[in-house]
């Protein structure tokens, strides 16, 4: 055996040695940077050791439904803003010792400050993880679910659109879950949200949708249904389906 072969075989064997090692180490890398994991981390964590999340995609990732300046600029500068000034309205309180979720349960408490931009951080937490590139479709237990509460899936979207299209000036439209486990739709004004004590109805959110101008102007100015159309496109139902998973086992 030439030494030449030796070493390609040894050379083939460190190459597939480094695929075994590399492949989850990207794979657990991915994940990290995925709203999925910082949502976790981001409602159990004490406000003060937040960090401004990642978008679990480019910004440039869900074209042509939503533009990538609209990304850029609802991601990196209103989003951002929310988080810096939340941080900032509750610095020094007993507010940011707490979790998030903690301090929206009694948000009624709080100035104005912490409520707009806490809700506002948090909302495009949950927004940007309720969509994705490629959707998907709902899993079987959410789909019964749906099929149970609105009668079908046309039935849920036709709610879900009207609360979007409905919320006067801005706000935005959820699919939550109440404590008895059931599905609804509901439009909140402003960054208000369903974790919050001010919502007519209380739940947890799996699906949010962000109907302030901020969200679609660019593209679609005033054409809000037109937005609320796309959004139907790339909801996110592995994400949504998880959450709902979650919360009714
Ligand atoms: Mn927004």
Redesign the pocket.
């Known amino acids: 055996m030439s030494v030449i072969s030796i070493n390609k075989r040894f050379m083939k064997n460190i190459i597939s040695l480094l695929i075994l090692i590399a492949v989850p180490l990207l794979a657990s890398a991915q994940n990290n940077n995925g709203l999925s994991n910082n949502k976790k981390c981001i409602s159990m964590k004490a406000i003060n050791t937040l960090e401004f999340p990642q978008l679990p995609y480019s910004t440039g990732a869900l074209e042509p439904f939503i533009d990538q300046q609209t990304v850029e600029i ?1 991601y990196g500068k ?2 951002k803003a929310y988080f810096d000034n939340f941080l900032a309205a509750v610095k020094g309180t007993d507010a940011e010792k707490l979790t998030i979720l903690e301090v929206f349960k009694n948000i009624s408490k709080y100035p104005a400050a912490v409520k707009n931009n806490g809700g506002g951080f948090y909302n ?1 937490v949950i ?1 940007w993880e309720s969509i994705k590139p490629n959707s998907g479709k709902p899993s079987a237990k959410l789909a019964e679910a749906i099929n149970k509460k609105f009668g079908s899936m046309d039935e849920l979207k036709k709610q879900f659109t009207d609360a979007g299209k409905t919320r006067f000036g801005s706000g935005w439209a959820w699919l939550s879950v109440d404590d008895k486990g059931e599905l609804f739709v509901s439009s909140t004004a402003n960054q208000e949200s369903p974790l919050m004590d001010v919502a007519e109805k209380q739940g947890t959110p799996i699906l949010a949708m ?1 109907v ?1 101008e ?2 679609y102007y660019l593209k679609y100015q005033n054409r809000r249904p037109d937005y609320i159309e796309s959004f139907w496109q790339i909801i996110n139902w592995d994400v949504v389906s998880g959450k709902y998973e979650a919360i009714v086992k």
Do not use: I, L, S
């Open positions: 609802h209103h989003q495009h927004y962000d302030w901020h969200a």
